[in-house]
């Protein structure tokens, strides 16, 4: 996949661009639909399947006190687009300038001129331009008058619910994770490099972890104990990881920690992927660090009886 961050001249390094509009944040098993959708016309027409997003969030830049937290990190979000089949992504910086477009200059300038896309594919809720002022009705339009297929992805619901990142976000915040994961279509995950930690886990409890520090300009869910799996290098291994600020402790810095089952290896400087499966409980304070240690315990039998009914 091959990664721009302007769309002049496009058309010239690409051939028959079918190009997907929108954030996309998560990735979610919607945004999976219509990235299905531009790979299969894409393949149709004998064209480029390409998505137009942006970074940072426009509300980063219109409503910064409305920026929500992120789902997926940029990077994580670009290997995610590579593997659903698209080939050309167009990650264009977010600012005042591009806000100020009106939708037809959009259209016509970035989206005819430069790219000469022969294709477009937006959610059913999709808006664009100044004041969001473009619809899918106004796209069916000016379609018309440049020449390019329009599709118009419907609503997906689950349970009656339609999918998307708010309500995935409303999840997440509240640790429900499990129901989060219908949503997405794959578990919420954290990804980093271990880094070092004050060894409490090993020292104290008893217990190695790996500790991974928070971005905060992602949405972690709630503080709590998780049933995870880790993925290292290719492999996966159950764990068991704490998401909070260990108030037994009394400490403050929110962070991350998963202690893997029948795992013996360092992993300092470790790219480790942290999928959480299911909330085990919530974080609480122990009178001891002694209490803390027989809960974890408990914890692991519950994670491991747990690891043990998925691989059956």
Known sequence: MQLYHHWHGIKEKHNKIVVGLGNFDGLHIGHQKLIADLVALARKVGGTPAVFTFHPHPLAVLKPEKTPLLLLSQKAKQNFFARLGVEVLLQIPFDLDFAGMSPEDFVKNVLHEEMGACGVVIGY???FGRYGRGTPALLEELSTVYGFELRVIPPIAIDGQPVSSTLIRGLLVRGEVTAAAKYLGYYPFIEGEVVT?????RNVLGF???NLNIDQTLLVPANGVYLT????DGESYFGVANIGVKPTFNTNN???EVHLLDFYKDLYGIHIKVSFTRRLRKEKKFASPSELAKQIEIDILEARA???KIKE
Do not use: M
């Open 229 to 232: 799996k880790v993925h290292i």
């Open 197 to 201: 930690g004050e060894q409490r886990g």
């Open 208 to 210: 190695p972890t790996a």
């Open 254 to 256: 929110r962070n991350i």
């Open 125 to 127: 809720n999709y808006t």
């Open 306 to 308: 747990e690891s043990l």
